[in-house]
C-alpha cells in the first residue's frame, strides 16, 4: 500500500522526498451500543483495517488533501489556506470536510499552523460501513498535524478534538467512543471507557479457540441522516422528564431497577424505550467485561445477543438486513454470540465464532443472506490492534 502511495503522492503533490507514514486503525464494538452519548460504558477495540496517510510540510502555507479512495490515484489535489477554513463543504469531495473540521478544530483551540502540509490518504477500511472510517480520518489527521507541526497532543486529547470535529463541523453529533477507540486502542485488547469520566482499562481479549468475524451488510449506513440525531434528542427528552422526580446526571448514572421505578416519569413511550435501551446495554457492556475477564464467553456471546435484540426492539436503529445477519449467526453452532456493531441504520455485525467453524460460517452466511436479501455480504476476519500514529519502519 505505502509504495503505490509514494508514487501516487509524487504525482499528485510534486515530491515526496520527506514524505512521513502514518495509519488509524477502524473499530468495531464488541458490546456497549449507544451507551457513550447517555455517560455509559462502550468495550471497543481497534482493527487492522483502517487508513493510511502520508504526509509532508510544504512551502505554499496551504493544507493540500488526496484521498485515494475518493479521487483516485492521481490529479489535483483539494487546497486551502487555513486562514480560509470556515465551515462544511457541500457538493463534492466531502469528505474533506473531516480533516478541515480536525485543522479548524485546532485553530480554534489556538494551535498555530506555522507550514503548510500536504497529506495523501489511502485505506482498506470499507466506507459507510460503520467501523468508523470518519473517526479514523479525524484522529489521523490530529496524528498528522501533532507530529509535523509539533502540536504534542496526547491520544485522549487527539479523541476529543476529533469527536469536536465532527459534532461542531460535520454536525453529527456522536459519542467520545468510536475517536478514543482509534487513538487508545492495544494490541490484542478491547477498552473498558467510561464515557462520563473518560476513565479507561484494557482488558487483553483473549478468545481461545475462537475468532472475531466481522460481516458487512453491505447495506451503507449515513450517520449524518437525521436518525443518529434523532435518538439522542430522544433520550435527553427522557433524561428531562425522569429529572423531575430524580436528581440523575445522566441516563447510564441510572440502574435497570431505578429506572424501573422512575418509568412512569417518562411520557412518551418511544422515549422511555430508548431510555430502556441505553441504561441496560450500559449494564449489558459491564457484566460482558467481567464475563471475558472470568474467560466466560458463553455468557459474553449471551450478552451480545441480548444487545442486539435491545437495538433492534428498544433503539429501533437495526434494518432487516442486519437482523437477517444477527439470527443467521445465532442459528449456527459454533458462534458465541453476534450482534450489530456501530451506529446502526446498515453496516456491520460482529460475531465471535469458533476458529474451525469460522469457513463454513462464511459460506453459509454469504449463501443465506443472499438468498433472503439479494445482496452479498463481505466478511473480514480482522485482528486487534493499536491506536493510531506514525509508523515506524
Ligand atoms: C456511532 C457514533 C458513536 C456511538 C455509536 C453507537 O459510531 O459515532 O459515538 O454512539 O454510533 O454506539
Redesign the pocket.
Known amino acids: 500500500m505505502l509504495d503505490e502511495m509514494r508514487e501516487s503522492f509524487g504525482k499528485i503533490f510534486g515530491s515526496e522526498t520527506n514524505a512521513e507514514p502514518f495509519f488509524s486503525p477502524g473499530r468495531v464494538?464488541l458490546i456497549?451500543?449507544?451507551?457513550?452519548?447517555e455517560g455509559g460504558y462502550?468495550f471497543p477495540c481497534a482493527i487492522d483495517f483502517g487508513i493510511y496517510a502520508l504526509a509532508q510540510k510544504n512551502s505554499s502555507g496551504k493544507l493540500r488533501l488526496h484521498s485515494m479512495n475518493f479521487d483516485g490515484d492521481y490529479g489535483s489535489p483539494f487546497e486551502i489556506s487555513y486562514d480560509s477554513i470556515r465551515e462544511k463543504l457541500t457538493g463534492s469531495r466531502t469528505w474533506v470536510n473531516y480533516p478541515l473540521g480536525v485543522a479548524s478544530t485546532l485553530l480554534k483551540h489556538g494551535h498555530e499552523f506555522a507550514h503548510g502540509l500536504d497529506i495523501l490518504y489511502c485505506g482498506n477500511l470499507p466506507d459507510g460501513a460503520?467501523l468508523?472510517s470518519s473517526?479514523a480520518l479525524e484522529v489521523l489527521t490530529v496524528r498528522i498535524f501533532s507530529d509535523l507541526l509539533g502540536f504534542n497532543i496526547d491520544g485522549v486529547k487527539a479523541a476529543l478534538y476529533s469527536q469536536e470535529a465532527?459534532n461542531d463541523f460535520v454536525g453529527?453529533r456522536?459519542?467520545?467512543?468510536?475517536q478514543f477507540a482509534v487513538s487508545m486502542g492495544k494490541k490484542s485488547s478491547a477498552i473498558l471507557l467510561n464515557c462520563s469520566t473518560l476513565e479507561y482499562s484494557y482488558a487483553p481479549l483473549e478468545l481461545g479457540s475462537h475468532c472475531i468475524i466481522i460481516t458487512n451488510s453491505n447495506v451503507p449506513h449515513s450517520?449524518a441522516g437525521s436518525e443518529?440525531n434523532l435518538r439522542r434528542q430522544q433520550c435527553e427528552q427522557a433524561l428531562d422528564d425522569i429529572r423531575k422526580v430524580k436528581d440523575v446526571s445522566c441516563l447510564c448514572d441510572l440502574s435497570v431497577n431505578e429506572l424501573d421505578e422512575v418509568a412512569y416519569a417518562v411520557k412518551d413511550p418511544v422515549n422511555l424505550r430508548r431510555a430502556v435501551h441505553a441504561v441496560s446495554e450500559n449494564a449489558r457492556a459491564i457484566r460482558a467485561s467481567e464475563a471475558l475477564k472470568a474467560g466466560n464467553l458463553a455468557m459474553f456471546g449471551r450478552l451480545m445477543n441480548a444487545s442486539h435484540v435491545s437495538l433492534r426492539d428498544n433503539y429501533a436503529v437495526t434494518v432487516p438486513e442486519l437482523d437477517i445477519l444477527a439470527r443467521l449467526a445465532w442459528e449456527f453452532p459454533g458462534v458465541a454470540g453476534s450482534r450489530m456493531t456501530?451506529?446502526?441504520f446498515g453496516g456491520c455485525t460482529v460475531s465471535i465464532i469458533e476458529n474451525d467453524r469460522a469457513e463454513e460460517f462464511i459460506d453459509m452466511a454469504g449463501r443465506e443472506y443472499e438468498r433472503l436479501t439479494g445482496r452479498k455480504a463481505s466478511f473480514y476476519r480482522t485482528g486487534i490492534t493499536n491506536g493510531a500514529g506514525r509508523i515506524i519502519q
Do not use: K, R
Open positions: 464494538n456497549g451500543e449507544h451507551t457513550d452519548h462502550v460503520g468508523s473517526a465532527e453529527v456522536c459519542g467520545i467512543m468510536d450517520l443518529y456501530g451506529g446502526g
